[in-house]
Nanobody, 123 residues
Framework: VQLVESGGGLVQVGGSLRLSCAAS????????IGWFRQAPGKEREGVSSISSSDGSTYYADSVEGRFTISSDNAKNTTYLQMNSLNPEDTAVYYC????WGWGSLNGREYDYWGQGTQVTVSS
């Protein structure tokens, strides 16, 4: 299983970015893709997740209404659209896969991780 993130970068306050997570090597019928982030000196935080089986989505309170997760199953790619970005969103963003999961935002429940992509929001 391989997960590759892309789309990070430098953006000004109030701007937008779309992150992508391309998955390959999956042999599971059902799985959850989650997005997590970790800022320097802070613990990893679950941001959002989406289930492959029914499309259920979950969001952390800190991003609800600003971020949108979606998937293109034909491309095996999950996206995280991030709007109204602020400096507190600055972090390395990771996508992860949880086979047979339900959509938890607890990173310990995820088995496979990408390498991460840096998002920096400048004020």
């Amino acid at each position: 299983v391989q997960l590759v993130e892309s789309g990070g970068g430098l953006v000004q306050v109030g701007g937008s970015l779309r992150l992508s997570c391309a998955a390959s090597g999956f042999t599971f019928d059902d799985y959850v893709i989650g997005w997590f982030r970790q800022a320097p000196g802070k613990e990893r935080e679950g941001v959002s997740s989406i289930s492959s089986s029914d499309g259920s989505t979950y969001y952390a309170d800190s991003v609800e209404g600003r971020f949108t997760i979606s998937s293109d199953n034909a491309k095996n790619t999950t996206y995280l659209q991030m709007n109204s970005l602020n400096p507190e969103d600055t972090a390395v963003y990771y996508c992860a896969a949880d086979p047979w999961g339900w959509g938890s935002l607890n990173g310990r429940e995820y088995d496979y991780w990408g390498q991460g992509t840096q998002v920096t929001v400048s004020s």
